[in-house]
């Protein structure tokens, strides 16, 4: 393991000469989640950058229990590091890479994205991820997951943006996971704003208990969001809401709830959501320094 991380760090330092160069913010931030499935997950990470701005650096330490109803609990420790790199016509790449190191096994997450600027109103991005899926009875079985995506924005007018995605999901149990998302962002003022959203979200399998994948479901839904001042913070608040909704088995209910406090460097939240019969749980908070 110590020889893993050894030389996953020291490819990264080899990526980035400016690696050692000064930080300039930081982050620090516990995160516990809880599902219908019997999932609880809990972690504390650490994050911090660089100030190059050409080819700037930072890296992710995270500690994480998983634990799952009927089953042992699982450790995990992780290093990533992420390297962004500018290129000309308006192009970069950014890669991430590092060890994640459990009660099971050692296991090497990297992801790979490239994004190109079209105009002044077009982006797309192309991204590639192998990474774990954060259960219990999966990792008991070594199940992982490769995930590849394309993504297009349209800034539509000062107000509205449209951003379509697609991402196909390969499981090494051999479940095949197919998604798609059209998202029309509309900002009527500072404090608020409404997406209306269409998703498509199909799976060979739905592998309730060992991770969740949704069979042939489809959503239209809608999603607002305000933001107000309250004492020298900002309190967000938002719902997603399914107007409609189905999957294999017939109509079902989608919704979310989330509500956000930022004062200062100290941010926390809380998040409710439902999809069918699953539901979740999560609460969050963080520090974040900038110098």
């Not at 989640?33 to 650490?46: A, E, K, L, M």
């Not at 900002?234 to 399914?242: A, K």
Request: with cysteine; glycine share 6%.
């Amino acid at each position: 393991m110590y020889r893993t991380v050894c030389l996953v760090l020291g490819l990264l330092f080899l990526m980035v000469p400016g690696v050692f160069a000064k930080t300039v913010g930081d982050d620090l931030g516990y995160q516990y989640t809880s599902d219908s499935d019997g999932v609880r997950n809990q972690s504390i990470s650490y994050s911090s950058s660089t100030e190059d701005v050409e080819k700037p650096f930072s890296y992710t330490v995270n500690l994480t229990r998983y634990t799952q109803k009927n089953a042992t609990s699982i450790n995990e420790y992780s290093l990533i590091g992420q390297w962004r790199k500018e290129l000309p016509k308006d192009q970069a790449w950014t890669v991430w890479a590092g060890a994640a190191r459990n009660d099971l096994y050692t296991f090497m997450p990297v992801s790979v994205m490239y994004e190109k600027r079209i105009s002044t109103k077009e982006n797309i991005w192309i991204d590639y991820s192998r990474e774990n899926i954060g259960t219990v009875e999966a990792y008991q079985a070594r199940i992982y997951m490769n995930a590849y995506s394309l993504a297009y924005l349209n800034r539509l007018n000062s107000k509205m943006d449209l951003t379509a995605t697609v991402t196909r999901n390969s499981y090494t149990d051999g479940n095949q996971q197919n998604l798609a998302k059209l998202e029309l962002e509309s900002r009527f003022s500072r404090q608020f704003k409404s997406i209306l959203i269409g998703s498509y979200n199909d799976a060979d399998r739905a592998n309730f208990g060992t991770y969740y994948a949704p069979k042939d479901e489809k959503v239209l839904s809608i999603r607002p969001e305000y933001t107000v001042g309250i004492g020298q913070g900002y309190l967000t608040l938002s719902t997603t809401q399914g107007l409609l909704a189905r999957n294999s088995t017939g109509h079902i209910r989608v919704y979310d709830y989330n509500i956000n406090y930022q004062i200062g460097s100290f941010s926390t939240g809380y998040t409710y959501s439902k999809e069918d019969t699953y539901t979740s749980r999560t609460y969050k908070i963080s520090h974040q320094t900038e110098w």
